[in-house]
């Protein structure tokens, strides 16, 4: 496994503005990704987060409105840009590790937009 | 979309009881995975169970995985207040060039005193 960070852990916003959320890994990881849970929901992916490459991204999230980096193997950042209150939610990075693909997430940062 | 669907949506229980929670699922997978989640909090890995795994043990935990069914079990014995929590499961298709997971609806699980 791996020791996984998120910053900030919670914010409220104002609608309109951006945020953006990092995750900082412990160890060297290839596949990182983001998702998002709305409020008493499951979670949904956003993207894949790749090294050196722009993220891959799932049905009905864009890249304008949820920007990613991911400049080395331990870091990668998620911005919610011009947000509304349907912004509301949890967004969770996890990493793979190992051929068995096990997953471990970062501790979430909770939004709330106004 | 997600795949899987878990029951009962919610469960109480007493302390001591064992709680039993299903999962299933539409695909065919490598892999599943489950999750606790404590009020909104980041998710902890419970257990991996693979495609040719029938059931795995973990301390109080045990999963099974029924590929024919497409369905998973995940069981709590000698609950405790502290299990309280949602749990999810969360499948892997093996798919080449896609690694994310895909989550089922997840279960409240609420362990009284």
């Known amino acids: 496994s791996a020791v996984i960070s998120q910053k900030p852990s919670r914010d409220i916003c104002q609608r309109g503005t951006s945020l953006t959320i990092q995750c900082q890994v412990d160890?060297?990881?290839?596949?990182m990704f983001w998702y998002r849970q709305q409020p008493g929901q499951s979670l949904t992916l956003i993207a894949t987060a790749n090294q050196g490459s722009e993220a891959t991204y799932e049905s009905g999230f864009v890249i304008d409105k949820f920007p990613i980096s991911r400049p080395n193997l331990t870091f990668s950042t998620l911005t919610v840009s011009n947000m509304s209150p349907e912004d509301s939610s949890i967004y969770l990075c996890?990493?793979?590790?190992?051929?068995?693909?096990?997953?471990?997430f970062g501790p979430g940062t909770r939004l709330t937009v106004l | 979309s997600q795949q899987g669907e878990e029951d009962p949506q919610a469960l109480s229980i007493q302390e001591g009881e064992n709680a039993t929670m299903n999962c299933s699922y539409k695909?065919?997978?490598?892999?599943l995975q489950w999750y606790r989640q404590n009020s909104g909090r980041g998710l902890v890995h419970l257990i991996l169970i693979r495609s040719n795994e029938r059931e795995k043990h973990s301390g109080r935990l045990r999963v099974t995985l029924d590929t024919s069914k497409k369905s998973s079990s995940l069981l709590i014995t000698a609950s405790r207040a502290a299990d309280t929590a949602s749990y999810f499961c969360?499948?892997?298709?093996?798919?080449?060039?896609?690694?994310?997971?895909?989550f089922g609806s997840g279960t409240r699980l609420q362990v009284q005193p």
């Open positions: 160890s060297q990881v290839t596949m």
């Open positions: 969360a499948t892997d298709a093996g798919l080449a060039g896609r690694r994310a997971l895909t």
């Open positions: 695909t065919s997978i490598n892999n």
């Open positions: 996890s990493v793979s590790f190992g051929a068995y693909n096990e997953q471990f």
